[in-house]
Structure formats: structure tokens, C-alpha cells
């Protein structure tokens, strides 16, 4: 038996392939987890683990070695220690104090690094890996994974450039089980369902139309906004940043025929008034577009209920769509009695340079966002479940950053690498000298970057 399958048959008595209802990373569901966690506490299957991935890596002209976080860690330092080549450390998150470096060990600009990774599906984790490595002026010329899914990972990565090398493939390894008669027949049945849903490489990089993401989205008002965008051809929603009534009806009458949505913060207008609120729904029901009340509520379930319903603004008698951040947890967006018509957005990660959500956060939100229904889509800035309306603001053709935190992408970019669905321009159309011709333009590049992903 060649050896490496005699080492997969070792470390799949520790338990490293599960079956059951699995989530990823990368927000898909799965009947099969691989989990290659235990052998770290398995210090001679490290070692066989190390030593194997160092006689396959395809050239050893590297004088640093890396692995992804957190998984491939041991297995990196593993083979650091095995090879006498020095380590350095990736991490997932900058501490935000001490030296908040990324990269922590000794290494310099131009210094050849060979990245570990354990598991690949999507490749997003490599990627942000090699992403923080080459900021720091590494080269990277190989990599090497213990298990590729075969979702399309391995095709994404060498796409851009990289050299990468598995040790074992999905199909592989459960051939190898079932050859051996590993496998129980229930088991046997999963993997077959597993195949065939992910029999269709690079899935991660085709994004669905709206066609068919309407099909996926329950809630009405989720549909609607869907319908009106492809009746109107526009992803654009304007938010009207304006302090006054009437600049925010001039705009409107500017451009409500080029946007899906008008997204306002009502409670920064001075003159605010029931006679605007209702000629401004007037307006969107004549020009065909929603309205999203921006409030980004954060509190309990009662609270968050009452500034909705009551007070000057009374939300829920107008707005079509209301931002919920959920800081307080899942039962803060349960019993909050909207109307069978209003959908809730909730922010699972802002664009803003030094925001505090992490992957665990945004993962968390992300999960509740799915499970109640009266959410729609969520705020984010990265792929999220097609089940989702994926809502990206911080959008501009020539900025990148402001001095006051806000970080800005191309309308491109917010299609290609984030996957969205709809773009939130706001400064870039209300303060330009034509807002209507600036309008047309961003619909015009939403559209494009929409239909180019197709
Ligand atoms: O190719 P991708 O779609 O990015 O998914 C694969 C990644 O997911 C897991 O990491 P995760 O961060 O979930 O867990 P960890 O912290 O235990 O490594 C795994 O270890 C890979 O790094
Ligand atoms: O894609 C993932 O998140 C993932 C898949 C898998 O099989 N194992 C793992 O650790 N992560």
C-alpha cells in the first residue's frame, strides 16, 4: 500500500471525516466535514503528516514556512521544526494593540515562504493568507494543502498565479475508504449526495442572477425589490445623507427613476414631517422604488420594537426595509410585530476601517439572518448564502478612504470579489454637481459589474 494512503487510513481512526449537517466557512452546507484538528494532539501522526507534505512539495528554494490559521499551525510548526526552516505566523485578526502586527516572527522583504494550508474549499482563507504575506513583500512559490475538497479552491488559486499541490484529493480518499470498507452504507449514501451536489467546479465563482435569486427569498419584500430591479435594470440604492426635507426631495426627484431603493437616516432631518413622509412614499410608489430606513437598530427585542412603531418617526408606518445590527443576540429581531410588508437588513459586517466584527460575529449574524424570516438580506463584505440579499455600501469609482474611517470599492469590485448584490452610493451622487447624471453612471456600473459575473 503506498504510504501516504496508509497514513489517511491511520488518521481516519481519529475521526478526522465527519458525516452530518455541516456550514462552512465560505456560508454552504454540507453532509461531510473534514477535520484534521486531532492529529495535533497526535505528536508521531504530525510528524508522518509533515514529513509527507515536505516530500511533495514540488521545490525547496523556501526559506520560511507559514501555515493558514488555525488548523495547519501545528502542522507548520511541525515541519519547521523537522526541516530547521524558520516559521512565521499568520494571524487571523490584528490584536489591535501591542505591535498589531499580521505577521509575527522574523523574516524580511523578498524572502521565499511556503504556505501550509490543511483543508481547501473555496481557497478564501489561502488567499487572505497569501494577500497579508505579500503586503509584507513575501514571495510565495508554493503551497502546499493536505485535502482538497473539490469545490473549486485549487482551480481559483492557480488561476491567479500561485503553484499548489494537495496531498489528497476528496474522491480519492473515499475511494480509498471504500476499497477498504471503511465506509457504512449510510455513509456511502452521503458521499454520493455530496458528489453530486458539488460535481460543478468553481461554483464560487459564479454568482446566481436575480431570476433565480428570487426564487430563493421568501419574504415579499425581498421579491419586490428584486422585481423592481430588473423591471428598472438598476442595483442602485442612493442613500440621501441630507439634513433637510427639501434637498432630499429634489434629489429624489433627480434620480428615482435610475435607483431600487432610497436609503435615508430619518433621524437626521431637521424638519422632519408626516406631509414629507407621505409625499416621499408617493414618489417611490410612482417612480417604483423602496424605502430603507437606515436606523441600524442594536437593542433588546422590546426596545428595538418600540423605536420602531413609535416616537416622530414611527418606522413601521412607512419604511419598506429596516437595518438591524444584532449585538443583542438573535431574540433582539424575535416579537418586533412589523408589518407582513417591511423586511429587516441586518449588518453583519460595516465597511468602515477598524470595525470590531470578526469572522465568528459576522459568521453568527449571518446564521440568524438565515433563520428568521422577516430578514431579507444583510450588510456585508464578502460572499453570503444565496438564500440572502447582499447589500454593499461604501461604493465609489475614485476614493478609497476618507479621514474618517470610510473605506470605499468600485462598483466592480463589489460584484467580482464581494459577490453583492446591491450597491449603496451616497456622498459620490448627493454632493456631486450633477446627481443625475452621477446616478446614471452608477446604475450603468452596477448593471455591467451584475451581468459580467454572470
Ligand atoms: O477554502 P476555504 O473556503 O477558505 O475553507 C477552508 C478553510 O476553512 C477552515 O478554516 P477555519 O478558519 O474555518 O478554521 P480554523 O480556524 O480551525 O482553521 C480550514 O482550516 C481552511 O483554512
Ligand atoms: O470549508 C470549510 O470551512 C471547511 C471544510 C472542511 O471540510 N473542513 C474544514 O475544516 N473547513
Known sequence: MEKKEKFFLEIYNLGIIKFGNFTLKSGMNTPIYIDFRPIASRPNLLIKLSDLLIHNVPSYDFELICGVPYAALPIATTLSLRSKIPLIIKRKENKGYGTKRMIEGIYKAGQNCLIIEDVITSGDSLLKTIIDLEKEGLIIKNIMSILDREQGGIENIKKKGYNIRTLFRIKEVFKILKNKSFLKKKEIHMI??????????????????????????????????????????????????????????????????????????????????????????????????????????????????????????????????????????????????????????????????????????????????LKNPEVIGTVAQRKVDDRLLLFTPGIHFYKKENNVGNRYIHPIQAFKEKGSDFIIVGKAIFLSENPKMMAEEYRNAGWKAYENEL
Request: hydrophobic residues 35%; glycine residues 4%; proline residues 1%.
Open 192 to 369: 454520493q449526495f455530496f458528489l453530486k451536489k458539488n460535481n460543478t467546479k468553481n461554483i464560487q465563482n459564479k454568482r446566481i442572477s436575480y431570476e433565480e435569486k428570487k426564487e430563493k427569498i421568501s419574504h415579499p419584500i425581498g421579491k419586490k425589490l428584486i422585481d423592481i430591479t430588473l423591471k428598472k435594470k438598476t442595483n442602485l440604492i442612493v442613500s440621501a445623507d441630507l439634513i433637510d426635507t427639501k434637498n432630499i426631495l429634489k434629489l429624489v426627484n433627480l434620480i428615482g427613476d435610475r435607483i431600487c431603493g432610497l436609503k435615508l437616516h430619518v433621524d437626521i432631518i431637521n424638519d422632519f414631517s408626516y406631509s414629507f413622509i407621505n409625499y416621499l412614499k408617493k414618489i417611490s410608489e410612482e417612480k417604483n422604488f423602496l424605502l430603507l430606513e437606515d436606523r441600524k437598530l442594536g437593542d433588546v427585542s422590546s426596545t428595538n420594537s418600540l423605536q420602531l412603531h413609535y416616537g416622530i418617526h414611527k418606522i413601521s408606518s412607512w419604511a419598506d426595509i429596516v437595518t438591524v445590527h444584532l449585538l443583542a443576540g438573535s431574540m433582539s429581531i424575535q416579537n418586533l410585530n412589523i408589518p407582513s410588508n417591511m423586511g429587516l437588513i441586518t449588518i453583519s459586517e460595516m465597511s468602515s476601517y477598524g470595525k470590531l466584527s470578526n469572522d465568528n460575529y459576522i459568521r453568527k449574524v449571518l446564521n440568524i439572518s
